[in-house]
């Protein structure tokens, strides 16, 4: 059935030594470095402001809500000018200029004694940076410091002010060790942990206690204590705070801070700042405790989603897998649920450490050892991942032979910064040394034809007489149940699919043929949840595609202009338009054959076809914004695009072709490079590729057919350039038409 022998006629030649080419680059890649990376550039950030490495360790890294500022410490003396101190110090990157300066310093610019080193945290805006710090000479007065305890300083990015904050109410320094701050979003309310014995009234132990101290107010108060006002009877060590400075979560051995904790276990405990009460959360969603260690908490914004690691094999049910996993719990739901768990499902075969969620607590970035998350995970060394809980999809951020870890996430959760020892990560590693480094959450559309959100591509089809819609949810080749979402007149053309409010599931977009309105309905698997209506195009407009271009996790609306070539954005959030933008105009025998994210930076591209010469052309986008473009190459008239979609699993989009002769081929890009191409065959001229989507749900995108005779359909599950396995879902009345239409 299948044809290996493609007749390409005139490209025939050009493509196989194309193949080759790609081919001999491709083992040279694989041969000199054993990264793997879902998303398409990692960058490092421990440089000097001239791009100088480091020629130091660096480590504790933090980030900013929107991710343009990175803060960690570094015992590198190059990274600014005057490093003369031989100590740890606190420096802030600013991803967007370049720029690198020292933070931990005193207000009047002296460097510190003393190592600056347990721990670094950001302001939502990057302003205000917390840090702990040895040095004796940092706050101004400070005659008391001379056992060069570590204290908590924050230092204010505007003024160049610097203040300690591990202070009691009355002002007077704390007498033990601080350290692993955490400060809010407004960068007013600090916690930390402490072995001081005069931050109370009432003198405290020894144990490393929680502790939150106010800005605005000067207060300073015990965040580790119960309900009445107990104090912890064991060590509470690591800690986070909400952004909005109420919530406070840290881990604990204690077993007097709530009632009828017995399990002899470090367990995850929350503080409210509001009412003074002290519960635990490393619970299941019945309520028993958890029968393992638990540890690593790290809140949501507001403070009621707490993600922790754990080994407790008893927080969710089905926990066979005897090793550490990422549970998240709902404060107002009572809900425990684990997320660190692979895309096709199952358990992770490996443990899994150090989560970090963003302000919704719509992302999860963790490390782990586990291999069978993401398909093509390298075994022997942790690597990071992270979940995006609205797509329910886990993506592979950077991946090294010498491992990485420790990742943070920024607020808004595109970004996730993480240290490394790895020299394969970037370019031009040539220090030896931990460098801290950034990695992208790919938002962009995995499967923006899966309806249900279980992360499994769906097929959706018109009838051409009625206008009635029908839409297949798929488990790979077998469709799992139908549903027809609604019938509307025949003047409405179903124009696109894609993620429009980011909730996971696929939408449909309509085009009125007679008023040029726009109509978007909201999917919730084969049921409308909701309608709207954006605006409308113009006659002289046609929706080109559907697909997240500037990476905020909501596909938009991409136009062009069919008098002048010119194209248009709608940068969309669920029905309405948040704004639009034009990126720019080609001439008319330029078409747009298919919108994807081809480099794996998250921000879906256009991908341009000439019908004259049969070239190539692709914009990487950055909103309503080309940021570059490049062509990959050509294809003869026989030739056209049918698809595009990640057919290898590597973050990154393909195309697909099939030939007026049946035959197929896929060109497995890396940006605007073809990276390499295969023919996977074909199934005859009466045969037709309906379009790319991963029925399956193993992070590779799918070939769904057609039969233009019968109405039959087959699906190719796809492994890169080859068919892995094939089947036949079913068969539907030729009067249904595909959606959208190629």
């Known amino acids: 059935m299948l044809n290996t022998k493609a007749q390409l006629g005139s490209y025939g030649l050009g493509i196989l030594k194309d193949l080759l080419v790609a081919c001999m680059i491709v083992l040279f890649v694989v041969m000199s470095s054993s990264l793997v990376t879902a998303g398409d550039e990692i960058t490092r950030v421990s440089l000097s402001s001239l791009g100088v490495e480091g020629n130091g360790i660096s480590e504790s890294p933090a980030f900013s809500a929107d991710g343009r500022y990175v803060a960690f410490s570094s015992a590198a003396t190059n990274l600014v000018s005057g490093d003369t101190n031989g100590k740890w110090d606190v420096f802030v990157h600013d991803r967007q200029t370049g720029q690198t300066t020292r933070v931990s310093r005193s207000s009047a610019g002296i460097q510190g004694d003393h190592d600056s080193r347990d721990g670094v945290s950001l302001s939502a805006d990057g302003r205000y940076v917390a840090f702990a710090s040895r040095a004796s000479n940092l706050a101004t007065p400070n005659p008391q410091d001379i056992s060069y305890n570590d204290d908590i300083f924050i230092h204010d990015r505007v003024t160049g002010q610097t203040v300690q904050a591990s202070v009691t109410s009355t002002g007077e320094f704390g007498n033990g060790r601080s350290g692993n701050p955490s400060i809010s979003d407004d960068g007013q309310v600090v916690a930390f942990r402490s072995t001081s014995t005069n931050f109370d009234a009432t003198q405290g132990t020894l144990l490393w206690s929680i502790f939150v101290h106010n800005r605005t107010t000067g207060q300073t108060i015990r965040a580790s204590k119960s309900n009445s006002g107990q104090f912890s009877n064991g060590d509470s060590l690591a800690l986070d705070l909400s952004g909005n400075g109420q919530v406070v979560a840290f881990s604990s051995v204690s077993t007097n801070l709530v009632s009828g904790d017995t399990n002899g276990k470090k367990d ?438 057609r039969n233009t005779s019968t109405g039959a359909t087959t699906v190719w599950l796809m492994n890169g350039t080859t068919v892995a396995s094939s089947g036949s879902p079913g068969s539907i009345g030729l009067e249904w038409q595909h959606q959208p239409a190629n």
């Open 268 to 705: 995850i405990f929350v503080h409210d700042l509001l009412t003074g009460q002290t519960t635990r959360v490393s619970l299941s969603s019945a309520g028993p405790q958890g029968n393992g260690d638990s540890n690593d908490p790290t809140l949501s914004a507001d403070g009621n989603l707490v993600a922790f690691s754990s080994y407790a094999t008893n927080l969710v049910s089905n926990d066979t897998n005897i090793a550490q996993d990422i549970f998240l719990h709902d404060r107002t739901l009572g809900q425990t649920t684990r997320v660190s768990l692979p895309n096709t499902g199952g358990e992770a075969d490996g443990p899994s450490t150090r989560p970090a969620i963003s302000a919704t607590g719509g992302s999860v970035a963790f490390d782990s050892l586990a291999t069978n998350l993401v398909s093509g995970t390298p075994n022997g060394n942790s690597n990071v991942f992270a979940l995006n809980r609205n797509a329910s999809w886990t993506t592979l951020i950077a991946s090294s032979g010498s491992g990485l870890g420790f990742p943070v996430i920024s607020g808004d959760g595109l970004n996730i910064v993480f240290q490394s020892q790895a020299t394969n990560l970037v370019s031009g590693d040539a220090n030896g040394v931990q460098d801290i480094f950034v990695g992208i959450q790919s938002t962009s559309q995995r499967n923006h034809y899966d309806f249900d959100g279980n992360g499994k591509g769906d097929v959706v089809w018109r009838n051409t007489n009625t206008g009635g819609t029908t839409i297949w949810l798929m488990n790979g080749i077998t469709v799992a149940s139908t549903g027809s979402p609604g019938t509307v007149g025949l003047e409405w053309q179903l124009k696109g699919v894609g993620d429009l409010d980011g909730n996971g599931k696929a939408d449909l977009v309509w085009r009125n043929s007679n008023t040029s309105s726009i109509a978007v309905w909201l999917m919730n698997g084969t049921s409308l949840a909701s309608s709207g209506f954006p605006g409308n195009s113009g006659i002289n407009w046609a929706l080109q595609g559907v697909g997240d271009v500037n990476g905020d996790g909501k596909a938009d609306l991409v136009y062009r202009d069919i008098t002048n070539g010119a194209t248009a954005i709608w940068l969309m959030n669920g029905t309405t338009i948040s704004s639009s933008g034009f990126p720019g105009g080609v001439g008319l025998e330029w078409v747009i054959n298919g919108v994807g994210d081809v480099n794996g930076d998250g921000k879906a591209d256009l991908i341009w076809r000439n019908t004259n010469s049969g070239s190539v052309a692709i914009w990487l986008m950055n909103g309503t914004t080309v940021s570059s473009s490049g062509f990959p190459g050509s294809a003869g008239s026989t030739w056209a695009i049918k698809g595009v979609g990640d057919t290898n699993g590597d973050g990154k989009s393909d195309l697909i072709w099939q030939a007026s002769s049946g035959s197929t081929a896929v060109w497995l890009m890396n940006g605007t490079t073809i990276a390499s191409a295969g023919y996977p065959g074909g199934l005859g001229t009466d045969w037709a590729i309906q379009g790319l989507r991963d029925v399956d749900g193993n992070g590779k995108s799918d070939v769904l057919w």
